[in-house]
């Protein structure tokens, strides 16, 4: 017994020293005569492509060097990346998910390259060096890049419509405040479906807080933080123009022109009353509308969906609009996997490639005349998921830093306008100046913090506080860390801003 | 004196002492072996790992390597308790499983009991496959299932979900079951009852299996009724597997998951609903503040062991056999 | 046989109200699972605008033809459902293995170490070193990337190990005595009379293992790296959860609902009819008839 305890401990210890001291042991590096890059990414598609696919093996040769990519599925992809910086043993190239603590802390400590100063170098990497400099502030830390976004639309937010309801009742597409105001309520007092009974209503509000958040922007307020005279930084609740937005829903909520139970309706049935003909509106994502056009199709013929980017305050206020942060996750590239600079070059210049229209094609459509082909300048990519799965998910480490020229056959009039959507806003982008900003006490109280004051909205448009109670929570938010908040993300602001 | 006689008698008591326990150990020789590969198991993959716990004192983010990362004492703790949530954490946390405890607990055991009273072999046979099915259905489901049957009408003159239409038929008021605070805690009581009832009396049916029938014909013969039959012969049987479990659950007082709740959380519930577990699954995965959650996660395993001790310690004092 | 009394009007009524509530209750349980099957045959548009249904209006197995099409998620299916299965079989094994052996050896109430050995299993129980120093200890027993690393960190629960350390405590002492007396091994006693006396237990433990092991997607996520080693509930959540991967970003398609709930159902359907398999295990008094005959 005696024995085998001490045996135990002595394995014991071995192990922690083995595990701890051997950090990144298994971690493989660069071979410039016979490039491998090792990728850690998530998965989305079912079916990942392989390297014995085709387009794997057509892409490798372009690029010039070979892929070896762990697929991660995306839903569970931070644990991954947890245990991954946790292990030691890094990829080549990290995709990041989110920009977290934990990426901060490791960031500041220099596990990964800084690629700032590189990648603007255009000689070296024509593609790379077109980068947005507002998404690149957006994933900086202290004022420094550590990473290649995967660039996704800024003007992604948009509003859908029955276009056909509109038609029936003689209105145009809203385009201001009180216009859109006057839309739901003959969407809900007019019959617009024309069935002779009153069982329509303007507009589908869900838990999800995009809707809000869209309309506020529209109403004049900061896209989560402003600046005051002072050069300070206020957090966009703080502001009049948002109390405005509160009560403009409040309005819409006691005339019955959104649902009453969009307190508790939950995110994931948002399309059902539109597709039953209940509803006539929903602000969220523009790409919605395209969902919504093709499903509502099978159960009422006539139905059309229309869809638009903003409201105007009124008819002679700017255009505004909410962009999103335009990336979804970025490429890191630790400095154990990589540890010469002549490593990171390659890489870099690898991902640069990538950025090339035919790798882009590659890994968005396949192999030209065996995925797809191009009618009148669109791809015409085949559904065939037996070719399809050869570049399943290979777009996933394409960070598109460049925008991808051919576009795909558009399936309906609805994708179309979508896509018109995205750009048209992309102009009137109101910017968050805070988004690199990084505050300690946010990162602790973040959640409850936040709750303050979804709480507080939800329940002032629903009718269950006053005004006077919104004011309190406001000082309870600054009380409990907000003021702590604002101080640190106003030093950062005027730290940069001198 | 006595101190000489100490000093004297003590190793020669301490060597017959030893004696025994060698002659015990050798004795018991194939049972230590028996427990070899569990021990392994709990040495490799439960002890080694334990130096975890220190991240709790640190300052430490996965990546960073974990000596650099600075000390910091109790701060992360002092930090947790001082929080202006942290008195509403602890009590919607000791609600909801107290809740759990109290009202769905027993429901298994009751159901074993009931089961164990059907005849009808086949029909015993079906009802125990149906009930154990909820188990196996996602929360993702249950919860989304839940929405559809207490959805109220979105527009006043539009009909809500089954159970809501019911309930109003039934008390003739409208009931938001979604937007009262407090009412989350029903609901998630509920679900958990809908979910587990029937997989939880899987242990209990097990020990059932052990009654021996003869003790019931006895009891027949002694013109015990079917209730008679039930209170003292079938209950006794599962007593100690009971309280097994019980001690048990009380080891896990201060979880309450955190899937489950956030599917179910809403703008007008959050201050109702927020947990422990729903607040590490915020700070800890979704920010990668490792110190902190391991901090909160630390705080929780020493509840733990108190209530698994006291609990423990009362049902030896009353005469059952307890855990260990 | 005995010979029943006949039964009196307050047994009877007592036997109506009985079946009468379980059967209520296995009705009202089952229903989610009925709507999810309804759900996988359903069309997408039906289950997007019609509340809880059992009985859909058209009846389609194009999702199903998606899930089982080689050429389509097939090939996938296919490969991780036979993961699931051979994971599921050998670690339930291993599991009842290790947990009986253990669980046997603390039942004895006179061993010496008996009481530090139960203390640490405890206190395994409620302190854990967390995910990073586990996985780090997995990573260095070169378990990384093996299905070995989906059973072996979690053989033993030791939750399940306490509760049939209590089961074997309960075995009549006097048939292990009895044993010994003829000369049984300790090693014997446990293989020829606590293991087949203990059937209903090893049942009951062997499928709360196997559907530990089924539903385990967790070690695979993270222990795994190869893609054709994923069991099947990694697919099945990459799948379900899919909407808040498509909430981040346009790029990606939704699956649709009815394909979520048909991959629902091929997931958990394997594991659902392994407890009808096992129930006659269960049945009252069996163990004891093992111990007389």
């Not at chain 1, 701890?20 to 998530?42: F, K, M, R, Y």
């Amino acid at each position: 017994m005696l024995k085998k305890r001490i045996a135990a401990a002595a394995l014991g210890a071995a192990m922690i020293l083995g595990t701890l001291a051997g950090c990144g042991s298994t971690t493989t590096t660069l071979d410039l005569e016979n490039p491998v890059i090792t990728i850690l990414c998530s998965q989305e598609d079912v079916q990942s492509a392989t390297p014995d696919s085709p387009v794997w093996q057509a892409l490798e040769e372009y690029i010039g060097a070979k892929l070896d990519i762990s697929w991660v599925p995306a839903s569970s992809y931070g644990e991954k990346l947890t245990a991954t910086l946790g292990s030691g043993s890094y990829p080549m190239v990290l995709l990041v998910d989110t920009r977290s603590s934990s990426i901060i802390q490791n960031s500041r400590a220099g596990t990964f390259w800084e690629i700032g100063d590189k990648i603007s170098d255009a000689s070296k990497y024509p593609n790379l060096s077109q980068a947005n400099p507002i998404i690149l502030n957006n994933i900086s830390i202290d004022g420094k890049v550590y990473g290649l976004y995967r660039a996704r639309t800024l003007g992604r937010n948009g509003v859908s419509i029955r276009a056909d309801w509109l038609k029936n009742l003689g209105l145009e597409i809203p385009t201001t405040i009180d216009e859109f105001y006057n839309v739901l309520k003959a969407f809900k007092e007019n019959d617009p479906d024309g069935n002779g009974q009153n069982d329509t209503f303007g507009m589908i509000m869900t838990t999800s807080p995009t809707s809000f958040e869209n309309l506020a922007v529209w109403f004049g307020a900061p896209n989560k933080y402003g600046v005051d005279e002072e050069g300070n930084m206020i957090p966009d609740f703080l502001t009049d123009e948002y109390f405005e937005a509160m009560q403009f829903l409040k309005k819409l909520y006691d005339e019955q022109l959104i649902n009453q139970d969009m307190a508790t309706y939950d995110g994931t049935k948002w399309d059902e009353q539109f597709l039953t003909g209940k509803a006539g509106v929903i602000i969220d994502v523009a790409d919605r509308a395209r969902r919504l056009a093709t499903n509502i199709a099978s159960k009422d013929p006539n139905a059309e969906v229309g869809v638009f980017g903003y409201l105007k305050r009124d008819a002679n206020s700017e255009i505004r609009t909410l962009p999103t942060t335009g990336y979804n996750g970025y490429f890191v590239f630790p400095k154990k996997a990589l540890p010469n600079e002549e490593d990171l070059e390659f890489v870099l210049g690898v991902m640069d490639k990538m950025n090339d229209q035919a790798a882009m094609n590659l890994m968005n459509y396949g192999i030209e005349g065996r995925q797809y082909e191009i009618v009148d300048g669109f791809a015409e990519v085949t559904t065939d998921s037996n070719l399809t799965k050869e570049f399943g998910d290979l777009n996933k480490i394409s960070t598109g830093i460049v925008e991808l020229e051919l576009v795909k056959t558009y399936a309906n009039e609805t994708a179309k306008e979508v896509d018109r959507v995205y750009k048209d806003n992309e102009q009137y982008a109101v910017a968050n100046p805070a988004e690199a900003f990084v505050s300690d006490t946010y990162s602790k109280k973040g959640p409850q913090l936040d709750a303050i004051i979804s709480e507080a909205r939800t329940r002032y448009i629903v009718g269950q506080i006053g005004e006077d109670e919104w004011k309190a929570e406001l000082e309870r938010w600054k009380s409990n860390g907000g003021n702590d908040i604002i101080q640190e993300i106003s030093d950062q602001y005027k730290a940069i801003n001198k | 004196m006595a101190k000489v006689e100490k000093i004297t008698l003590s190793p020669e008591q301490k060597l017959i002492e030893r004696k025994r326990k060698l002659t015990r150990i050798k004795k018991d020789k194939w049972i230590y072996l028996l427990l070899l590969p569990g021990a392994l198991f709990f040495i490799l993959f439960k002890f080694v790992p334990m130096w975890g716990v220190l991240i709790a004192f640190k300052d430490y983010y996965a990546g960073i390597n974990f000596w650099m990362a600075p000390w910091v004492g109790f701060s992360n703790f002092t930090d947790f308790f001082t929080d202006s949530d942290f008195l509403r954490l602890f009590k919607n946390t000791l609600i909801i499983s107290g809740m759990n405890l109290v009202f769905f607990f027993p429901l298994p055991i009751i159901l074993s009991l009931f089961l164990n009273e059907m005849k009808i072999q086949w029909y015993k046979k079906a009802v125990q496959t149906l009930v154990y099915v909820p188990h196996f259905v996602s929360m993702v489901v249950i919860c989304s299932i839940t929405f559809m049957l207490v959805k109220t009408p979105s527009i006043d003159g539009f009909t809500g979900g089954a159970l809501y239409e019911i309930m109003k038929r039934l008390t003739g008021q409208s009931i938001n079951v979604l937007d009262t605070p407090s009412n989350i805690y029903w609901v998630l009581l509920i679900q958990n009852i809908w979910k587990e009832t029937g997989w939880g009396t899987v242990i209990f049916l097990a020990a059932l299996a052990g009654v021996d029938m003869e003790q019931y014909e006895a009891a027949i013969v002694d013109g015990a009724n079917r209730w008679q039959q039930m209170f003292y012969i079938t209950f006794p049987a599962i007593t100690s597997t009971i309280i097994t479990m019980f001690i048990l659950r009380m080891g896990a007082v201060l979880d309450t998951g955190f899937e489950q709740i956030i599917l179910m959380q809403n703008d007008l519930n959050k201050t109702t609903s927020e947990t422990f577990d729903t607040y590490v699954y915020n700070v800890g995965r979704v920010d990668g503040n490792y110190g902190y959650s391991t901090a909160v996660g630390l705080f929780k395993s020493i509840i733990s062991i108190i209530c698994i001790q006291s609990a423990n310690f009362l049902a030896k004092r009353h005469g059952q056999a307890g855990l260990f | 046989m005995l010979t029943y009394k006949r039964k009196t009007i307050g047994e009877i009524i007592g036997d109506v109200i009985i079946y009468a509530v379980l059967t209520v209750l296995a009705i009202t349980m089952v229903i989610p699972f009925l709507y999810v099957i309804a759900a996988s045959f359903a069309t997408e548009t039906e289950i997007l605008t019609r509340p809880l249904f059992i009985i859909p209006e058209t009846v389609t197995v194009d999702a199903y033809k998606r899930i089982f099409d080689l050429n389509d998620y097939g090939t996938r299916v296919f490969q991780s459902l036979g993961v699931s299965v051979g994971v599921t079989l050998v670690g339930t094994l291993a599991s009842l293995f290790f947990t009986t052996t253990m669980a046997y050896g603390l039942s004895r109430r006179n061993l010496v170490g008996r009481n530090i050995m139960l203390n640490c299993v405890l206190f395994t129980m409620v302190f854990s070193g967390g995910m990073i120093p586990t996985f780090l200890v997995v990573k260095g027993l070169g378990l990384y990337d093996t299905y070995a690393a989906l059973i072996l960190p979690g053989v033993i629960s030791a939750y399940n190990m306490l509760i049939s350390k209590n089961f074997f405590q309960e075995l009549p002492a006097g048939l292990e005595e009895a044993a010994s007396i003829d000369g049984c091994t300790d090693l014997g006693i446990f293989v020829k009379i606590a293991l087949p006396l203990s059937l209903p237990m090893l049942a009951t433990f062997g499928l709360f293992y196997a559907v530990g092991y089924w539903n385990n997607y967790f070690g695979a996520l993270l222990y795994l790296e190869s893609q054709e080693k994923y069991p099947f509930t990694l697919i099945l959540r990459n799948i379900v959860f899919m909407a808040q991967a498509a909430e981040a970003d346009p790029n990606v398609e939704l699956p649709q609902e009815t394909l979520k709930m048909a991959i629902i159902v091929v997931g958990t359907v394997p594991i659902l009819i392994v407890y009808p398999f096992l129930q006659k295990h269960f049945a009252a008094g069996v163990m004891v008839g093992a111990i007389k005959g």
